[in-house]
T-cell receptor, first 113, second 113 residues
Framework: GENVEQHPSTLSVQEGDSAVIKCTYS??????FPWYKQELGKRPQLIID?????GEKKDQRIAVTLNKTAKHFSLHITETQPEDSAVYFC????????????FGAGTRLTVKP | GAGVSQTPSNKVTEKGKYVELRCDPI?????LYWYRQSLGQGPEFLIY????????DSGLPNDRFFAVRPEGSVSTLKIQRTERGDSAVYLC???????????FGQGTRLTVV
């Protein structure tokens, strides 16, 4: 089955700096890649997703890039703010179906004011 | 309701006991999912319901785990003869259908002592 690896496990940046989180996946048939943000004690929330027919997607300060050949995708957060501090999870899915999603282990991002 | 609701928020039980975890999905969402999130890991898929039926239970780890959704709304995850290794946060999510955004509940933290 699909295996998703995520790096780094923890990331600390200064407010205003950029943060990059990377994920790799094993199944070349995967074609849907969502990212979730989970603040401490709260539920995971979808923040951005990308499908395999595009290489990059941007939404204000966050962007996701996808390299299908290398089977990796990344989350980029620019101009980080303290409220960006959370655990971020990537996921991969073959069918775009939620029951098919396989998650990475998560990255704890800390943005220092 | 406003979001996915899970009860209880915390549950401590003794090894060998039976527990039930409840999930109240967003009204009108036909798809419902259970995930397990161990410390430092991403959510791990357990089971998916479409309406009243379990359309995919491939993630259930063994026959001690069972889930129902008798009326196509509220779901209950049942764990028999609990083991210490069952300790985790159990997340429920729902979506309009299985390839639209899934919304998560805040989870039930289960501790088996």
């Amino acid at each position: 089955g699909e295996n998703v690896e995520q790096h780094p496990s923890t990331l600390s940046v200064q407010e205003g700096d950029s943060a990059v989180i990377k994920c790799t996946y094993s199944d070349s048939a995967s074609n849907y890649f969502p990212w979730y943000k989970q603040e401490l004690g709260k539920r995971p929330q979808l923040i951005i997703d990308i499908r395999s027919n595009v290489g990059e997607k941007k939404d204000q300060r966050i962007a996701v890039t996808l390299n299908k050949t290398a089977k990796h995708f990344s989350l980029h957060i620019t101009e980080t703010q303290p409220e960006d501090s959370a655990v971020y999870f990537c996921a991969a899915s073959i069918t775009h179906n939620n029951n098919d999603m396989r998650f990475g282990a998560g990255t704890r991002l800390t943005v220092k004011p | 309701g406003a979001g996915v609701s899970q009860t209880p928020s915390n549950k401590v039980t003794e090894k060998g006991k039976y527990v039930e975890l409840r999930c109240d999905p967003i009204s009108g969402h036909t798809a419902l999912y259970w995930y397990r999130q161990s410390l430092g890991q991403g959510p791990e898929f357990l089971i998916y319901f479409q309406g009243t039926g379990a359309a995919d239970d491939s993630g259930l780890p063994n026959d001690r785990f069972f889930a129902v959704r008798p009326e196509g709304s509220v779901s209950t995850l049942k764990i028999q003869r609990t083991e210490r290794g069952d300790s985790a946060v159990y997340l429920c999510a729902s979506s309009r259908d299985r390839n639209t955004e899934a919304f998560f509940g805040q989870g039930t933290r289960l501790t088996v002592v």
